[in-house]
């Protein structure tokens, strides 16, 4: 079974469904992962790979710390590199988070906040044109805890040459027999 395998940066909040950010806002934080995403996909030099794939996405889901500092004053959007004073208000810039970074807390939202990235795999020539009859939904796992990402924070990509295997466990498929059934 051949596989490919890739290291990506978390996608960004305004990847996500639930993030309801002003679209000013959101389209070129998407449009920058989506670059990041392809000059990754480039820089593997996989080159056009063999299809139909299979992709599987793992969230580690370590917090980053990301600090900026800003003027605590009411209505200043003044933002400093360093702590310092503001040269306004002569108050001093307060510490602040500023992790863009998307913590999905569920399967559906993470794959979905992916969408941008595996549109890249088209830009970076991985994929012929129309992707979603080469490129099949695989697992989609979520190491949010300590002993799970063990402090890894990122999004590991797995291409698997082939099409699922789905295993339907349901007693309704295993007992349905049309030609038993025409006979009752
Ligand atoms: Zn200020």
């Not at 080469?134 to 063990?150: N, P, V």
Request: with cysteine.
């Amino acid at each position: 079974m051949t596989t490919f395998t890739l290291w990506l940066p978390l996608p960004p909040k305004a990847c996500s469904q639930n993030c309801h950010v002003n679209w000013r806002t959101a389209r070129p934080q998407v449009a920058a992962y989506k670059d990041t995403c392809k000059k990754a996909f480039e820089a593997t030099g996989w080159g056009k790979l063999p299809t139909p794939l299979t992709i599987h996405l793992e969230f580690y889901l370590a917090r980053q710390p990301d600090y900026y500092w800003k003027c605590p004053k009411r209505y200043c959007r003044r933002r400093s590199v360093f702590a310092g004073k503001c040269p306004i208000h002569g108050a001093t810039f307060t510490r602040k988070n500023r992790d863009t970074r998307y913590y999905p807390k569920d399967e559906g939202n993470a794959r979905a906040a992916f969408k941008a990235g595996q549109d890249s795999m088209v830009e970076a020539g991985l994929l012929p044109d129309d992707h979603h009859r080469y490129l099949h939904d695989g697992r989609t796992t979520i190491y949010s805890t300590k002993a799970e990402h063990q402090g890894k924070c990122g999004l590991r990509v797995t291409l698997e040459v082939g099409i699922p295997v789905v295993t339907v466990v349901s007693t309704e498929a295993q007992t349905y027999d049309p030609a038993r059934r025409r006979a009752a």
